[in-house]
């Protein structure tokens, strides 16, 4: 597999449309062990103005990348269990993000299995909080630009969607939160198994 790193001229400048733009786009992630990968099959927009959005009531020290120009990483801990992984989804100085609920692997999966403590696929990273433990994505990659090789980053390998088996692309409200609960800013690949969340979610 052949891939290559996505400009910032090529992602959407619009928080919406970047969560579906990054459906079938790669994850990459180099580990002292090697390289790890993942296609990404399911992510939730948090635009401007969005109750639930962590940038809503404005930037703080934990928040600030959010407010950075698209395609920076905003990574932060969840009810002190789990890291998140978000990318800035706005023009800069606008809080906007989008989150990453999961990937399908594709490169070092031995390696991720074993920071995940698993040996089933379907167990590495189906949700936020496996993605970023399987991925050893923490804090410390907070603020890096995504479109810029390094220890982590976003990459194409051109494949059309129907190649990849994106029919469609699969909406719903998104998961685990209280605020702007039924907004429709959960989107995903139909039918694929790496998808987490409830099944009533995912037809």
Known sequence: ???????????????????????????????????ASGRVVETEAYPPGDAALHAYRGITARNRSLFKQHGHAYVYLCYGVSQMLNVSSEADGIGAGVLFRAIEPLVGVAHMMARRGTTRLLDVARG????????????????????????????????????????????????????????????????????????????
Request: hydrophobic share 40%; with cysteine; net charge neutral.
């Open 1 to 35: 597999m052949t891939i290559r790193p996505i400009t910032r001229a090529e992602l959407p400048v619009a928080t919406v449309e970047l969560a579906r733009y990054l459906l079938g786009k790669i994850i990459v992630r180099e580990l002292p062990e090697g390289e």
């Open 128 to 203: 936020p909080g496996r993605l970023t433990q399987a991925l050893g994505i923490a804090r410390p990659l907070d603020g890096l630009d995504l479109c810029e090789a390094g220890p982590i980053y976003l990459a194409t390998d051109d494949t059309c969607a129907s190649e990849i088996g994106i029919s469609e692309i699969g909406i719903s409200t998104r998961i685990g939160i209280t605020r702007d609960a039924d907004r429709p800013l959960r989107f995903f690949v139909s039918g694929n198994r790496h998808v987490s969340g409830p099944g009533k979610l995912n037809r």
